[in-house]
């Protein structure tokens, strides 16, 4: 039997070495990565003009260095540079520089926001009681330790592990295991409080 | 902790990088995926961009290539400022930015860099003894607020101390590291302590809160009753500020929403004189002179915004209002808007001399970050001429005038007054460059009369800065990230000294505000994966120093944490979580440091404002903004660091880790 060979390269490695002498190839990284990376400009930002202003010099950037981009072992971290993560961390740059440029902009580091989270309604777009259970996340988000937070709020926003990895610095391994002890903080600070938003009575479909 | 293959925290990753998460029946997987989708709820903006956002932000996107790819190669590094900022009190370690110079119009740019364990003051070059004024010298054993007026200050004592440096402010025991003679500690119980060569001189007492002014000498003190007040050390001039106005609730500086400083090493500093923020005044901080602007002096519902300054005390004030500029975006076919005509404030080294100018300005909205905003003044580096645009009979000029006196210079007409419109005078024979945006023009004021002397196209410049050689400016452009190119005003000759790089440099200026250094990083040559810093003089090209190569590609070292010390010998540059390259180009020596302890949290670095020392803190724990747990280090390979532990309790070394490098 006949089998053509499946191509498992990751697609965003394959547009980024293509692309490195055809921009057009660029386009397949903007499409699949343009919503996260507005999402992690928003929250950091909470502004739609900034954020949308933060996103397209995010990917100016990396349009324009992605023929450097190198899908290889940096020697530090346990997993090969991603793509996603080269682009959320020229974002992170890229917020903090607007930032810097406009007075009043402040970014929302995550404590702040996860405390802002907790202390606001977030809209008439939930129930009384999915807003209840947002807050009640939120304020147990922000009694864990700098790199769990980032780590969850990272996760909310779609990104994957080795791209967190690669944002913060940190080993793939490093990653999961704050991770693991995040979320297992998690449910204990949510199981300690009365009928928390995680308990099955709060639970939705 | 090495993490064992399969673990609990393996199959958690595994079972959130799965898509769909796979259905393995763990009680944590699942509990985890509910987290994630509460939290991934709306919290009032929409997380996802809309379809014609996503179009519009495409456009940007590979239009700005397009425009790259037929034009001038960009050069090398990125123009952002170096933010040091850093200020401490014994409560919270407060955002504070020492910039020299600003890059963007409005220039009081207030950083939101966090901050090292160290706070920065500037101590003066013409410093004389401590005499201070009357009114300023209530401070008794009752620990009232005020200045200490002992006479033993008087005695010489301070000829001993490094005053000519910046010098470092404590929370908590000034430690002992090699290099470091003179620095100022904030005592648990209010005493605020010169500290310099083994000698504590007290300053104030009852000090809640300390906060660095920019000029030299200067700081500004928050008391336990609630007031607040400038000194000068260097002559002892004093004011007292409205504590409504500086202050937060809390007692401590609001030192980015209070204070507008002027950028540069200049005395320059405006503060509200009413919750309301209607009334200002100029404080100079020399003499601690004041000119008030009661309410109805400049337009309601404004900021104070320094324009252009530059390392001479010239400077133009003008008030801006951030309603406006922070209206939405609306797409680069949007309509322009012209701005009211205005007034700006022209300081001309003296409060006496100021004067008010007539100033027209409009700008297409096109973003907010203040890249659709024209720049409507520049100042000469040596300060001598000052240009704006305003009209003339109803045409936009450039107008360039004598800052002293306004002594009319000349007019350079304009076609109109572009969002792009940028622009720089130099010295000497005056040459004056413009920018629209894509075209660069320098002319030549040759008696008065402006001569085209050259013109060419550009992409997107940005700014311009000058150098040491008087005929080299550098101009910053804004395409695919941030770079410079050197142009020579006397020629017209722009050149390609920077390769483009990944957009990941800085400058640094000195007393004379000139970029005196660049750092960038640029790609290994054989492994793009891995990076150089060197330090760059922006007006040879030289490489003046190179690090040796770093695991970590050009893009994802963050510029923004870099500390420049020393008139640009001394650099820092993080990198990742938890290390950082050391530049000394004094000793030709690179190294890498990395966090003094090894464990998950971020780790900051940051040079200590006299470049004596390393800084390392790590981000507060959860629920504060307290940072706890800063070490420091002697600014030379190999040594160890030395925590700053325990309470304020006088010139204690406090209990090492590591042995003091002495």
Same mark, same amino acid.
């Given at each position: ?44 930002? =909470? ?31 346990? =997993? ?123 639970? =939705?479909? | ?662």
């Amino acid at each position: 039997m006949a089998a053509k060979r499946r191509d498992n390269r990751d697609p965003d490695l394959a547009d980024a070495l293509a692309a490195a002498t055809d921009p057009h190839a660029f386009g397949g990284i903007y499409e699949r990565h343009v919503g996260r990376i507005y999402a992690y400009a928003i929250q950091r930002l =909470h502004d739609p003009a900034l954020a949308e202003d933060a996103t397209a010099t995010t990917f100016s950037r990396a349009l324009a260095s992605v023929h450097m981009f190198t899908p290889r072992d940096t020697g530090r971290n346990d =997993h090969p540079p991603t793509v996603g993560g080269w682009l959320l961390t020229i974002a992170r740059n890229v917020v903090i520089d607007i930032a810097s440029e406009r007075r009043g902009v402040v970014i929302l580091d995550v404590d702040i926001y996860a405390q802002q989270i907790a202390s606001k309604d977030p809209g008439p777009a939930l129930t009384t009681e999915r807003n209840d259970d947002r807050r009640e996340l939120f304020e147990a988000i922000s009694h864990l330790n700098a790199t769990q937070r980032r780590i969850v709020l990272l996760r909310f926003q779609g990104w994957k592990g080795p791209e967190i990895a690669d944002l913060l610095g940190m080993s793939a391994g490093a990653v999961r295991i704050a991770q693991h002890r995040a979320f297992i903080k998690l449910r204990e600070l949510l199981e300690s409080s009365a009928a928390g938003p995680m308990s099955e009575e709060h639970q =939705h479909a | 902790m090495p993490d064992r293959p399969d673990s609990p925290a393996d199959r958690l990753d595994a079972h959130l990088d799965s898509t769909p998460p796979d259905d393995r029946d763990d009680d944590l997987a699942t509990f985890a995926e509910r987290v994630i989708e509460l939290g991934s709820l709306s919290d009032g903006h929409a997380s996802e961009p809309s379809q014609v956002q996503i179009d519009r932000i495409r456009e940007r996107v590979f239009a700005a290539d397009r425009g790259r790819k037929g034009n001038v190669v960009m050069a090398a590094s990125t123009f952002s400022d170096n933010r040091p900022g850093t200020t401490t009190s014994r409560i919270h370690i407060r955002d504070h930015q020492e910039d020299r110079r600003p890059v963007s119009p409005l220039s009081m740019l207030m950083t939101a860099a966090l901050v090292a364990i160290v706070a920065i003051a500037a101590f003066g070059v013409h410093r004389a003894s401590l005499d201070f004024l009357p009114g300023g010298s209530d401070s008794g054993p009752d620990r009232s607020p005020g200045l200490t007026a002992s006479p033993e200050i008087d005695d010489g004592r301070l000829d001993a101390c490094n005053l000519t440096e910046h010098v470092s402010i404590f929370d908590r025991a000034v430690p002992d590291v090699a290099g470091l003679e003179t620095a100022m500690r904030l005592d648990s119980d209010g005493d605020l302590v010169l500290f310099c060569n083994g000698e504590d001189i007290e300053v104030a007492t009852a000090v809640r809160d300390v906060a660095p002014m920019r000029w030299p000498g200067v700081i500004a003190m928050a008391f336990d009753d609630h007031t607040a007040r400038l000194l000068n050390l260097t002559n002892g001039a004093t004011l007292d500020l409205d504590a409504t106005t500086v202050l937060t609730k809390d007692g401590d500086f609001d030192v980015a929403g209070a204070f507008h400083y002027s950028g540069g090493a200049e005395p320059w500093l405006v503060t509200s004189l009413d919750e309301n923020r209607e009334s200002w005044q100029i404080i100079d901080l020399r003499s601690m002179e004041t000119l008030a602007l009661p309410e109805g002096t400049v337009p309601p519902d404004t900021e104070p915004a320094f324009e252009m300054v530059t390392g001479t005390d010239v400077a133009v004030i003008t008030w801006r209002s951030e309603q406006y500029l922070s209206q939405p975006a609306t797409p680069f076919s949007g309509g322009r808007q012209f701005t009211p005509e205005q007034r700006a404030l022209v300081l001309p080294g003296s409060i006496g001399d100021h004067r008010w100018i007539d100033v027209v300005e409009y700008r297409e909205h096109t973003t907010r970050r203040g890249l659709g905003f024209s720049q409507p003044f520049a100042i000469s580096p040596d300060g001598n001429l000052l240009a704006y645009t305003t009209n003339s009979e109803g045409s936009p000029v450039i107008r360039i005038e004598r800052a002293t006196d306004g002594t009319p210079v000349a007019d350079v007409n304009l076609n109109s007054l572009d969002r792009h419109t940028r622009f720089f005078i130099t010295e000497g024979e005056p040459r004056l460059t413009v920018s629209d945006g894509e075209i660069i023009r320098i002319h030549h004021l040759r008696d008065g009369v402006p001569e085209l002397l050259s013109e060419q196209p550009v992409v997107s410049a940005w700014w311009f800065y000058p150098t040491s050689d008087p005929d080299t400016i550098l101009v910053s452009h804004n395409v695919a990230g941030t770079s410079v190119t050197p142009l020579d005003v006397a020629s017209g000759e722009m050149q390609e000294r920077y390769p483009y790089v990944a957009p990941i440099a800085m400058q640094v200026y000195g007393d004379d505000q000139l970029p005196i250094t660049i750092v960038r990083v640029v790609p290994d040559e054989s492994d793009a994966a891995r990076s150089h810093v060197q330090l760059v003089n922006p007006a040879t090209g030289e490489v003046v120093l190179e690090s040796d190569p770093v695991a970590a590609h050009p893009v994802q070292i963050t510029s923004f944490h870099t500390s420049l010390r020393n008139e640009g010998t001394a650099a820092l540059v993080p990198i990742g979580y938890n290390r950082a390259v050391v530049l000394d180009a004094v000793s030709g020596e690179t190294w890498q440091i990395e966090a003094p302890v090894d464990d998950d949290r971020l780790w900051r670095f940051s040079l200590a404002p006299d470049g004596s020392l390393i800084v390392a803190w790590p981000e507060p724990a959860a629920g504060t903004r307290d940072y706890v747990d800063g070490h420091v280090a002697p600014f030379e390979p190999g040594a160890e660091w030395i925590p700053l532990e325990g309470e304020p309790s006088g010139n204690q070394v406090p209990d090492a880790e590591g042995t003091p490098a002495t």
